[in-house]
């Protein structure tokens, strides 16, 4: 298959996901950033920084290298602020190609406490396993990317962690898989401040 249909393919499957992201109330405004790694290379597709996930046409999402280069952007755009976290994920992770860093509100507010993320479900349990909280620094900035790195090498197989008043980070196979398990998170959140909530 050609580069370009190769391409084309994913710079599809990253806009769909990010509208999706977006209508499922995973994040507002313009937060949030979502890439692929493209399989057998060293090569990422971002989502364009600025721009809703809501709004992401195939064409706006960037290419970029592991040292977070431009390699293509067809219409000029800059990849998200966030690129060095995504980046530090993919090189630690040869497991992971697809990655979403959204702002679920649920787990977003439990990410203001510190803590890892309460697992009230058994499904939780099973499939999550662990959802630990790093600490806030500030977007964009080397700190978090290093914070990200280690969380990373502490519990290598997670698939997802809070990042302390900011977010959440999403890990996956693919796309699909990245997404679902952000929407786990967020789910398992809303469970347990229920469950907080009963039991008083």
Do not use: W
């Not at 999403?170 to 398990?181: E, K, R």
């Amino acid at each position: 298959m050609k580069r370009e249909t190769i391409l084309a393919y994913y710079r599809e499957e990253l806009s769909k996901y990010s509208r999706i992201a977006f209508e499922r109330g995973l994040v507002g405004g313009t937060g949030g950033n979502l890439s692929l790694r493209i399989p057998d290379t060293d090569t990422v597709l971002i989502t364009p920084t600025g721009i809703s996930l809501g709004e992401i046409q195939p064409a706006m999402n960037v290419l970029v290298d592991l040292e977070g280069n431009i390699v293509e952007s067809p219409l000029g755009y800059k990849g998200s602020k966030e690129t060095t976290f995504h980046l530090s994920a993919y090189r630690l992770r040869q497991d992971v190609l697809a990655i979403a860093h959204l702002h679920p509100p649920y787990a977003t507010a439990y990410s203001c406490t510190g803590n890892p993320l309460p697992l009230a479900t058994v499904s939780a349990r099973v499939i999550l396993k662990s959802v630990p909280c790093i600490p806030c620094f500030n977007p964009g900035s080397k700190e978090l990317a290093d914070s990200v790195a280690a969380a990373l090498k502490a519990e290598p197989g997670i698939k997802a962690l809070l990042m302390q008043d900011h977010g959440i980070l999403a890990l996956g196979a693919d796309m699909n898989a990245a997404f679902h398990t952000a929407d786990l998170v967020e789910h398992t959140a809303q469970v347990a401040y229920i469950l907080k909530g009963i039991q008083g």
